[in-house]
């Protein structure tokens, strides 16, 4: 239940807000802020497109892997403790980040931060259900909530590019240290120490099963492109996190105090909420991951020039994210959600059809953030409150688990399989462009795994044949750009329908039923 001590101190719920939402600020932007640096990366580290992946998806996927344990921690020892904890590992891993000289070590550095923030971001989201017990109010606060996360995506591009202008790529982990000691101080002066709202034994198994599964499925969506859709590795993999998942759902039907009461999802507000949610940040993820390298190896943009490109996205996001909370308090969090979805799907498919090297920016490319900014601010709280709302006050922890557990997985598949799908349409293309040419074959390998080294390769060419070159390993771009695009344009248009489908009209009654299993 929802402690006294939460009721006693709710007073001060809209200067708790700010320390909350300025939490999961420094966790978000650290899911973005990397993407920027990606070129820097594959040009001082020699990264392909593979590591770049692993770049951006340890941390999620860590962060994913692990959310259920740190919202399981944080119900047994307490939300604030563990949320301060959690910040202050994140604090130290950025320094490590920062002082990385090889992909191994920034890719390590970047899971230990992964780790940390999964300490962090369910904390923030229990206790702000806790002192909003009112439902208007909470879905005000989710509001401005949603809107940190959508402000930190185009944040993150933006001071990451600043900073790459001036500093070497470790400035980008650098500037988290401030901002966790701000958050650090506010939030020990301003959060309750609330009471242990869970005591039971603590779901080990649980959590060894679910971070394997959840490891290998994303190991297989990666590596797919380099080892073959059809390789024994590759189904190996896939198969082993079938089996894992499984043997967890199985495991938390019979615990007496699981890790996650699995029973939730045959609630249908709550399991299309949080699909929704996963398929949102599926297609943002998936689609900046991409973009990124856009605007700068296509377009030929600064970093900075890269990331201040970005910031409409921030804009749109700030501004129409409270209007989805309140638009969802008055016609239905299934119309609100529905459309959501639809526009990002809309955005999607204005990029990839429009994303060429000769596309204007104020046109298709503006349009298609746009589109995508103001899907996700009609998605994040109404689709939070659906399953938040869905739960009695003693199951906040388990909704806030998969709240969040389920914009990381989805971040982390978009990024894997929207990067798959580009480096599945790109190698061929490139390799099948320099075939004519006598460019070496291990030139034309890491041509094949890299844009960059493409780029390189077109650059050391003759001058009648460069421009030849070039132009091959930016269409062969687009074209990767393209079926990226256009397979996360499906997923969201899935979304849509299944949103519509089984998402309420209007705000329920909190805390429904769950079914009974055997």
Same mark, same amino acid.
Request: aromatic content about 8%.
């Given at each position: ?10 007073? $001060? ?25 990606? %070129? ?15 770049? &951006? ?27 301060? &904890? ?13 002082? /990385?000289? /090889? ?39 989710? !509001? ?12 993150? %591009? ?54 394997? !599964? ?17 390789? !024994? ?24 105090? %699981? ?42 943009? /600064? ?30 969090? $299934? ?11 809309? !955005?999607?498919? &204005?990029?990839?059809?429009? /994303?060429?090297?000769?596309? %204007? ?158």
């Amino acid at each position: 239940m929802i402690t006294t001590e939460a009721s006693e101190h709710h007073d $001060r719920r809209w200067l708790i807000l700010p320390v909350l939402c300025l939490s999961v600020f420094l966790v978000v932007v650290d899911n973005t802020i990397v993407n920027v640096a990606l %070129p820097s990366l594959s040009r001082d580290l020699g990264a392909s497109t593979t590591s770049l992946q692993w770049i &951006v998806d340890a941390y999620s996927l860590a962060f994913a892997g692990l959310l259920l344990a740190g919202g399981g921690i944080g119900d047994r020892v307490g939300r604030k403790l563990v949320m301060q &904890v959690g910040l202050i590992f994140f604090g130290i891993f950025s320094v490590l980040a920062a002082l /990385s000289t /090889s992909t191994g070590e920034l890719i390590s550095a970047r899971a230990l931060m992964g780790v940390a923030a999964a300490f962090v971001f369910p904390a923030t989201l229990a206790i702000l259900t806790a002192i909003f017990p009112d439902p208007a109010e909470r879905q005000k606060a989710l !509001g401005a909530w949603g809107a940190t996360s959508g402000i930190a995506v185009a944040f993150g %591009p933006i001071t990451g590019g600043a900073l790459l202008e001036h500093f070497w790529y470790g400035s980008i982990f650098l500037i988290n240290v401030p901002i966790v000691i701000v958050t650090l101080i506010a939030g020990q002066l301003l959060i309750p120490r609330l009471a242990q709202p869970v005591a039971g034994r603590f779901d080990l198994r649980g959590v060894i099963l679910s971070t394997l !599964g959840v490891t290998l499925l994303v190991l297989a969506i990666i590596e797919g492109p380099q080892w073959g859709w059809l390789a !024994g590795g590759t189904l190996a993999c896939f198969g082993a996190a079938a089996l894992l998942l499984v043997a967890f759902t199985m495991l938390e039907l019979k615990t007496k105090d %699981p890790l996650l009461d699995v029973r939730v999802f045959a609630i249908p507000r709550f399991s299309a909420g949080a699909g929704s949610i996963a398929v949102a940040f599926f297609c943002l993820f998936g689609f900046i991951f991409v973009i990124t390298q856009y605007f700068q190896f296509v377009k030929g943009y /600064s970093t900075l020039s890269a990331g201040v490109h970005t910031l409409p996205f921030a804009i749109v996001a700030a501004v129409f994210t409270p209007v989805g909370a309140v638009l969802a308090l008055k016609i239905g969090t $299934r119309t609100v959600v529905g459309f959501g979805l639809a526009a990002m799907a809309a !955005g999607l498919l &204005v990029a990839g059809t429009n /994303s060429t090297p000769s596309a %204007p920016y104020f046109g298709p490319v503006l349009v298609s953030m746009i589109l995508l900014a103001l899907g996700l601010s009609f998605i994040t709280a109404p689709a939070t409150e659906a399953v938040m709302g869905s739960l009695r006050p003693e199951q906040v922890g388990a909704g806030a688990a998969v709240n969040n557990t389920t914009r990381e997985l989805g971040g982390t598949l978009g990024v894997a399989v929207v990067g798959s799908v580009f480096a599945s349409a790109y190698g061929p293309r490139i390799l099948h462009s320099l075939a004519p040419y006598p460019v070496p074959s291990a030139a034309k390998t890491a041509a094949s795994q890299s844009v960059a080294a493409a780029l390189e390769v077109a650059g050391r060419a003759p001058a009648t044949v460069a421009p030849i070159l070039k132009s091959a390993a930016l269409d062969a771009f687009t074209s990767g750009l393209r079926q990226g695009c256009f397979v996360a344009a499906g997923v969201a248009i899935v979304g849509a329908v299944v949103a519509v489908l089984l998402l309420p009209g209007r705000s329920e009654q909190v805390g429904e039923k769950i079914p009974s299993f055997g």
